[in-house]
């Protein structure tokens, strides 16, 4: 996907080194996340048949620092989903320069908002899936493959 400006580095957004506080690199990378969910089936209209997207687990790397008043874009990948988990990548770039200033990663998982626990993606969201997915590996999170229960050795009967 290209990339889509966001905002601009915040005052309150700079810590006392003079650069965006590390905290801030996810407020920017969420508000990325919030640009690309209504393509893949995942803005309101989601929420109105009861389900949301959760956050599981998260990684960040820094590239290169940014100071007040500078300019975000980001773009965003589709990396791999299965029946319940979507893994997305961000890129943060100055949005006038080009330069890489940081990524992140993201398991999110689809939940039942009224049963507070983890459901299927609709069919209709895992065709937006596949069709935006790049099938791309992450360089720090991946989904874990489902395996088969392993079933212990039958033990010898005393006799």
């Known amino acids: 996907m290209p990339a889509t400006p966001l905002t601009r580095v915040k ?3 700079v810590d ?7 905290a801030y690199y996810l407020v920017a990378f969420d508000l990325a996340t919030d ?3 209504p393509g893949l089936g995942l803005g309101p209209g989601f929420r109105a048949r009861g389900l949301g997207t959760f956050a599981a687990e998260s990684w960040q790397g820094y590239t290169r620092e940014v100071m007040e008043g500078m300019p975000l874009a980001c773009t965003t990948e589709v990396l791999t989903y299965d029946a319940k988990r979507l893994l997305l990548r961000h890129v943060m770039l100055h949005a006038e320069e080009g330069w890489q200033v940081a990524e992140n990663e993201v398991i999110y998982l689809c939940v039942d908002l009224t049963r507070r626990r983890v459901a299927e993606w609709p069919a209709d969201v895992l065709e937006r899936f596949a069709f935006a997915g790049t099938g791309g590996a992450g360089k720090r999170l991946a989904l874990p493959v489902a395996r088969a229960p392993i079933t212990p050795p039958a033990v ?4």
């Open 156 to 159: 010898p009967s005393a006799g």
């Open 11 to 13: 005052p309150e957004w």
């Open 35 to 37: 640009v690309v969910w």
């Open 16 to 22: 006392h080194y003079g650069h965006m506080n590390l």
